[in-house]
T-cell receptor
Framework: SQQGEEDPQALSIQEGENATMNCSYK?????LQWYRQNSGRGLVHLIL?????REKHSGRLRVTLDTSKKSSSLLITASRAADTASYFC??????????FGKGTSLLVTP | DTGVSQDPRHKITKRGQNVTFRCDPI?????LYWYRQTLGQGPEFLTY????????KSRLLSDRFSAERPKGSFSTLEIQRTEQGDSAMYLC??????????????FGPGTRLTVL
C-alpha cells in the first residue's frame, strides 16, 4: 500500500514560476525523501529531511516537514523546462524500504 | 562510480514464460532493493537484501517471484509463469549502510517488462 499522497496530481506552470507540491502521509516517520523521475526512467534522489527537521534547502529546492500534520511540501523556485518530471515523496517503511506516493506530474513550459 | 545498472532495459515476453532481470548495485553498497512501478503509480516495494541475506519481502512478491543476491553483489529477480498483470517497470536501488534509518536510495534505469 502507498502511504504518501502527493497533491496536486498534475501541475502546469511557465518557466520562471515557482512550483509547490505537497505530500501527506499516514503513520509516523523517521525521515521523508523527495525523488524526481523523468519520463519512463529511474528515480533520482532530490532531498531527505529527518523527522526532527522542519525545513531544508538544496539549490532551488526547499522542503518543509510538519510532523504534527503529517505533511511535507516541495518548492521548486524559478522553474526550468528541464524540471519537467514526476515528483514523488517517499517515507520510510518497516525495515529500510521506502513507501512512495503516486506522484505529482510537473510540466514546465518555455 | 558508474551508478546502478539493470539488464535488460526492455523485455517482451509471452504469458507463461519465465523472465530474469539483473541488477548491479553501486559497488560497496550493501543494501539492495527491488521495486515495481506501473503506469501512473509510484514504485511499490518488492524485496530487500542486506549483503546476501534477503531480509524483507512484500506481500506483492507472490510465489512466482524469486530474488537472489549471491555473494552480496549483483541481484537477480526471476518471474516464473508470467502473467499480463506482471507488466510493469522493475526498478532496482541500492544504498550504503550508513545509519540505522532509511537512507538515500540510488535507483537504476529500470527494466520494462511487457507480457503479451
Amino acid at each position: 500500500s502507498q502511504q504518501g499522497e502527493e497533491d496536486p496530481q498534475a501541475l502546469s506552470i511557465q518557466e520562471g514560476e515557482n512550483a509547490t507540491m505537497n505530500c501527506s502521509y499516514k503513520t509516523s516517520i523517521n525521515n521523508l525523501q523527495w525523488y524526481r523521475q523523468n519520463s519512463g526512467r529511474g528515480l533520482v534522489h532530490l532531498i531527505l529531511i529527518r523527522s526532527n527537521e522542519r525545513e531544508k534547502h538544496s539549490g532551488r529546492l526547499r522542503v518543509t516537514l510538519d510532523t504534527s500534520k503529517k505533511s511535507s511540501s516541495l518548492l521548486i523556485t524559478a522553474s526550468r523546462a528541464a524540471d519537467t518530471a514526476s515528483y514523488f515523496c517517499a517515507t520510510d517503511a518497516p525495515g529500510y524500504a521506502l513507501n512512495f506516493g503516486k506522484g505529482t506530474s510537473l510540466l514546465v513550459t518555455p | 562510480d558508474t551508478g546502478v545498472s539493470q539488464d535488460p532495459r526492455h523485455k517482451i515476453t509471452k504469458r507463461g514464460q519465465n523472465v530474469t532481470f539483473r541488477c548491479d548495485p553501486i559497488s560497496e553498497h550493501n543494501r539492495l532493493y527491488w521495486y515495481r512501478q506501473t503506469l501512473g503509480q509510484g514504485p511499490e516495494f518488492l524485496t530487500y537484501f542486506q549483503n546476501e541475506a534477503q531480509l524483507e519481502k512484500s506481500r506483492l512478491l507472490s510465489d512466482r517471484f524469486s530474488a537472489e543476491r549471491p555473494k552480496g553483489s549483483f541481484s537477480t529477480l526471476e518471474i516464473q509463469r508470467t502473467e499480463q498483470g506482471d507488466s510493469a517497470m522493475y526498478l532496482c536501488a541500492s544504498s550504503p549502510k550508513e545509519t540505522g534509518l532509511t537512507d538515500t536510495q540510488y535507483f537504476g534505469p529500470g527494466t520494462r517488462l511487457t507480457v503479451l
